[in-house]
T-cell receptor
Framework: GAGVSQSPSNKVTEKGKDVELRCDPI?????LYWYRQSLGQGLEFLIY????????KSGLPSDRFSAERTGGSVSTLTIQRTQQEDSAVYLC?????????????FGSGTRLTVV | AQKVTQAQTEISVVEKEDVTLDCVYE???????LFWYKQPPSGELVFLIR??????QNEISGRYSWNFQKSTSSFNFTITASQVVDSAVYFC???????????FGQGTRLTINP
């Protein structure tokens, strides 16, 4: 597609439920990233994909968080047993490659609210 | 380790004033890339500029200009004759040559008052 697409744009869930957030990157972009932005805060790195593999999962805050990418394209971030502190905007970005010279294109994000 | 510091949390100016957003970075890489992104109230991050570590020329794009100084590890962003539409959160970011991820500063919230 023309840009990075994320769905849903907003999600309200009850504490303890599981949620899935979807990211559809720009066609041809091999690198995909998930970041989290809590209210009024900067961007916190979660995970990086190169193709279907995730060489860097260092930012996932707990084992309740997982992500996968299939076909080198769409990625899903799953949060199990959601907690109120998981409330944030989850941003996905894609890049032509994992090398430093490439910048990111970001999606509009999914605003997750855990009540 | 790589780090980006944006010391100014919030800036508020009156329209038509010039404003400079500071960015200081730390890296041990000899080759690296610096970025600025704008996040308007709509929430989407908009790419503004990328600069590599070998190019210290300042850049101007309309009312925007960037001053890259390796000697002080700074990559400052100036908006000339600011407008209300410039109100946003601005993020500075760093990526090393061998690094897969962008490291972001905490952002500067810029408010331009009419």
């Amino acid at each position: 597609g023309a840009g990075v697409s994320q769905s849903p744009s907003n999600k309200v869930t009850e504490k303890g439920k599981d949620v899935e957030l979807r990211c559809d990157p720009i066609s041809g972009h091999t690198a995909l990233y998930w970041y989290r932005q809590s209210l009024g805060q900067g961007l916190e790195f979660l995970i990086y994909f190169q193709g279907n593999s995730a060489p860097d999962k260092s930012g996932l805050p707990s084992d309740r968080f997982s992500a996968e990418r299939t076909g080198g394209s769409v990625s899903t971030l799953t949060i199990q047993r959601t907690q109120q502190e998981d409330s944030a905007v989850y941003l996905c970005a894609s890049s032509l490659g994992g090398q430093g010279r490439y910048g990111y294109t970001f999606g509009s994000g999914t605003r997750l609210t855990v009540v | 380790a790589q780090k980006v510091t944006q010391a100014q949390t919030e800036i508020s100016v009156v329209e038509k004033e010039d404003v400079t957003l500071d960015c200081v970075y730390e890296t041990r890489d000899t080759t690296y890339y610096l970025f600025w992104y704008k996040q308007p109230p709509s929430g989407e991050l908009v790419f503004l500029i990328r600069r590599n570590s070998f190019d210290e020329q300042n850049e101007i794009s309309g009312r925007y200009s960037w001053n890259f100084q390796k000697s002080t590890s700074s990559f400052n962003f100036t908006i000339t004759a600011s407008q209300v539409v410039d109100s946003a959160v601005y993020f500075c970011a760093l990526r090393g040559q061998g690094a897969q991820k962008l490291v972001f500063g905490q952002g500067t919230r810029l408010t331009i008052n009419p």
